[in-house]
């Protein structure tokens, strides 16, 4: 079964750090580019980052560059995305996708 | 970076009656190589999104007939034959040309 489970979402006070994963099954990982979309309380969806196959090639969406990054590791089949100095407005459910398959979303909390 | 508008923003049907939802992106969205980048997705409820529509007019797997796509260059429309309960949640549009950008979202509510 094709699957994406993103884990390590929570509660994080204002200019704190989280590191969230998504863990991929069912599918050659290495083949394709991965994306991180989040949906902010109240929102639309939001592009957030993305990464090529190889991990050579990335692009973040403005308000996160400099504070967000993207990574993968193809041994493990595993997408991450590291934040720092986080901010109230990036509260969402965090999901990891390849447009075509969808993980279940993880939440993350900036409050203090 | 590419602008996604949606119309409208909300949508009330009758079960069974047709509905309708329009992209406009602010630049094309044909790529050299032939291929329009533009995609449909649903959000019901409680549930990530799902894939309905990519490339246009391409139908996902398992995605009922009754969904199509139709459109061009920065003009695309989704639209949505006898309507059912199930389909009920955001409807978004989403570009993959440049870096991906999606449509504000338009909500869809049984009559």
């Known amino acids: 079964e094709v699957q994406l489970v993103e884990s390590g979402g929570g509660l994080v006070q204002p200019g704190g750090s989280l590191r969230i994963s998504c863990a991929a099954s069912g599918f050659t990982f290495s083949s394709y580019w991965m994306s991180w979309v989040r949906r902010a309380p109240g929102k639309g969806l939001e592009w957030v980052a993305h990464?090529?196959?190889?991990?050579?090639?990335?692009n973040y969406i403005d308000s996160v560059k400099g504070r967000f990054t993207i990574s993968i590791d193809n041994a493990k089949n595993s997408l991450y995305l590291q934040m720092n100095s986080l901010r109230a407005e990036d509260t969402a459910v965090y999901y990891c996708t390849k447009w075509d398959v969808w993980g279940q979303g993880t939440t993350v909390t900036v409050s203090s | 970076d590419v602008v996604m508008t949606q119309t409208p923003l909300s949508l009330s049907v009758t079960p069974g009656q047709s509905a309708s939802i329009s992209c406009k992106s602010s630049?094309?969205?044909?790529?050299?190589?032939?291929?329009?980048?533009l995609y449909w997705f649903l959000q019901k409820p409680g549930q990530p999104p799902q894939l309905l529509i990519y490339e246009v007019s391409n139908r996902f797997s398992g995605v009922p007939d009754r969904f199509s796509g139709s459109g061009s260059g920065t003009d695309f429309t989704l639209k949505i034959g006898r309507v059912e309960a199930e389909d009920v949640g955001l409807y978004y549009c989403?570009?993959?040309?440049?870096?991906?950008?999606f449509g504000q979202g338009t909500k869809l509510e049984i009559k």
């Open positions: 630049q094309s969205l044909l790529h050299s190589n032939g291929n329009t980048y």
């Open positions: 989403m570009q993959s040309l440049l870096v991906p950008s």
């Open positions: 990464i090529k196959q190889d991990g050579n090639e990335k």
